[in-house]
């Protein structure tokens, strides 16, 4: 687990770059840190749990970004703005989830 600090920092920026890329209108920004993050969702690292709901929290992450990288690259700014509300949604969704896991086998 000692590699998942440094790795959800990368995570942390490149979300940095999508919400300034939101706010600047710079949809090449927005659609660049939604390639990193989509990159980042199929390394082993992304992967800290293995249970069913863990999995169907990563798939719908990557389902998001996904699409907000569509609407990025579609230069619609409403569809890219609540497409990246549905990420973060689904980032805190997750990080619940996980926090949960840990508090309960302490």
Request: glycine fraction near 6%.
């Amino acid at each position: 687990m000692r590699g998942v600090r440094p790795f959800m920092r990368m995570k942390l920026e490149a979300s940095t770059k999508v919400l300034e890329g939101l706010t600047t209108e710079n949809f090449l920004m927005i659609s660049e840190g939604a390639q990193k993050l989509k990159k980042m969702s199929t390394e082993e690292r992304w992967r800290v749990r293995h249970d069913g709901l863990y999995r169907q929290y990563s798939a719908e992450f990557t389902q998001r970004v996904e699409k907000l990288q569509e609407k990025a690259n579609a230069h619609n700014i409403d569809g890219a703005t609540l497409a990246w509300i549905e990420c973060t949604m689904s980032c805190v969704r997750c990080h619940n989830h996980v926090r949960g896991i840990k508090l309960a086998a302490h």
